[in-house]
């Protein structure tokens, strides 16, 4: 039997084993739990391929690519479990109820697919006055200029910090981007993610005005990204040696790091940095009448 | 036909507060009445927000007076 097969079987009795007998018996209808156990089940195969192959490590054929151990079972995993867990929602009347737990906006809502904070949490931080400290126009500033600096200098140090131990700094950048965008959503007391249940007429427009800001910025930047890459390309045309058509774009992994976390720290924290840029403009506007 | 620049457009005055406070309603109450936060009713008693025509016209109904009794243009910046 080959290693792929041997895989597939024990998938196959983990699933059996969790589909007729663990979830039927002893979940039952409690969906949060099958959730989490879903994870447990999931570890079951990746275990024993562990034990199996850690050692050896063969390679795994799965269609076109080859993989590990680790990626091919929980791949496999995936694909085989899928179908066999939607049917089973759908036979024990669990679809709707699953569902709902992972739900963040109310059923029907035009922002079920968008908003990333619940209609009771934008509630709770409406009334919160905990974090008034970062509502001020101050505490508003400091916060905008502090996020852009650190996204910009981590970006910086990761391109130049080369493929060393250096680029371990990726980890605090990374946790540094989180932390900001924790503050910046406090800050605008999580009005740039909400779902429009949450909001009243002028939370609504206050969150729509943001994201146009937000997208002229995003549009920006991606302009400038675009821009650097034709300069480069023109750059290596006046180079010696150049053929003029074939470009090579040598990314270490650290660069890799700085780019991606480049763009995702934006699109995570621009709907909540344009926000504040609002509000401070709205203050600043409010104050010289 | 096209809209002025919002620095150059009128203000929507009004005097909710007066009226609020002689109804003895806080912001929070009234807020709660006419089903927006409280620090909207804040923004529009400052002037730095104007409500839409149902919002308008549910503070009317709260305050038991009618919109233009509440709401006028200030028509200091119109040029």
């Known amino acids: ?289 | 036909m096209g809209r002025k620049p919002k620095s150059e457009e009128e203000r929507v005055a009004n005097r909710i507060e007066d009226l609020r406070t002689r109804a003895n309603l806080s912001r929070q109450e009234l807020a709660e009445q006419v089903g927006v936060h409280y620090q909207t009713i804040g923004y529009i008693e400052r002037g730095e927000y104007s409500p839409s025509l149902v919002l308008a016209l549910r503070i009317a109904s709260v305050l038991e007076t009618s919109i233009e009794e509440i709401f006028w243009l200030d028509e200091e910046n119109d040029v």
């Open chain 1, 1 to 289: 039997m080959s290693n792929e097969l041997l895989v597939v079987f024990y998938i196959l009795l983990t699933l059996a084993f969790a589909y007729l007998w663990f979830y039927p018996k002893v979940v039952g209808e409690r969906v949060k739990l099958m959730a989490w156990m879903d994870v447990v089940v999931t570890g079951i195969p990746v275990a024993i391929s562990a034990l199996l192959f850690w050692e050896s490590d063969p390679t795994f054929r799965l269609l076109i690519f080859d993989l590990n151990w680790f990626f091919f079972t929980l791949l496999a995993m995936f694909a085989i479990e899928l179908p066999i867990f939607l049917l089973y929602l759908r036979a024990r009347g669990l679809n709707e109820k699953y569902w709902e737990e992972f739900r963040i906006a109310p059923k029907g809502s035009p922002d079920a697919a968008w908003a990333s904070a619940s209609v009771e949490s934008v509630e709770k931080q409406l009334n919160d006055t905990r974090w008034d400290g970062l509502r001020t126009a101050s505490g508003k500033r400091a916060l905008l200029w502090g996020s852009n600096i650190m996204i910009l200098f981590g970006t910086g140090y990761l391109w130049l910090a080369g493929d060393s131990g250096w680029a371990a700094y990726a980890l605090i950048h990374i946790l540094l981007i989180f932390v900001f965008g924790f503050l910046l959503r406090q800050s605008v007391r999580l009005v740039a993610d909400a779902p429009e249940e949450a909001l009243d007429e002028m939370l609504i427009q206050l969150r729509d005005r943001s994201y146009l800001v937000a997208y002229r910025w995003l549009s920006v930047l991606a302009f400038l990204a675009a821009s650097a890459l034709l300069a480069y390309s023109i750059f290596s045309d006046f180079q010696d040696g150049s053929d003029g058509f074939n470009y090579l774009l040598a990314f270490t992994w650290p660069k890799v790091q700085a780019v991606f976390w480049l763009i995702g720290a934006y699109v995570f924290m621009m709907p909540s940095m344009a926000m504040i840029s609002l509000e401070l403009k709205r203050e600043k506007s409010a104050g010289k009448r």
